[in-house]
Nanobody, 122 residues
Framework: QVQLVESGGGLVQAGGSLRLSCAVS????????MGWFRQAPGKEREFVAS????????YYADSVKGRFTISRDNAKNTVYLQMNNLKPEDTAVYYC???????????????WGPGTQVTVSS
């Protein structure tokens, strides 16, 4: 069993930055690839970024490349999503996820966190 708890969401103006954190626990957590997904009102949940625990290979959705950075701290069992130059269209509930590499879609996800709201005002 793996537990995921997100933090760091909030309200920010367009062009601003936020950093999301995902605290990971569970004996088998290191065997999964970690990632972030988001879901805006009325839309399907979509892939944002993913990272492998051991090698650190990263993947990004085209819509966030160059603005978002995913990273992990193995010692703290924490995954981060640094979000810069935020846009109103980034407004969504952001979910931390653990699943099968490369974790590019919801079908690869085994565990979900409860989510954290990010709102970007124009």
């Amino acid at each position: 069993q793996v537990q995921l708890v997100e933090s760091g969401g909030g309200l920010v103006q367009a062009g601003g930055s936020l950093r999301l954190s995902c605290a990971v626990s569970g004996r088998t957590a290191s065997s999964y690839t970690m990632g972030w997904f988001r879901q805006a009102p009325g839309k399907e949940r979509e892939f944002v970024a993913s990272i492998s625990w051991k090698v650190g290979t990263t993947y990004y959705a085209d819509s966030v490349k160059g603005r978002f950075t995913i990273s992990r701290d193995n010692a703290k069992n924490t995954v981060y999503l640094q979000m810069n130059n935020l846009k109103p269209e980034d407004t969504a509930v952001y979910y931390c996820a653990a699943g099968v590499h490369p974790l590019l879609n919801t079908g690869h996800v085994v565990y979900w966190g409860p989510g954290t709201q990010v709102t970007v005002s124009s």
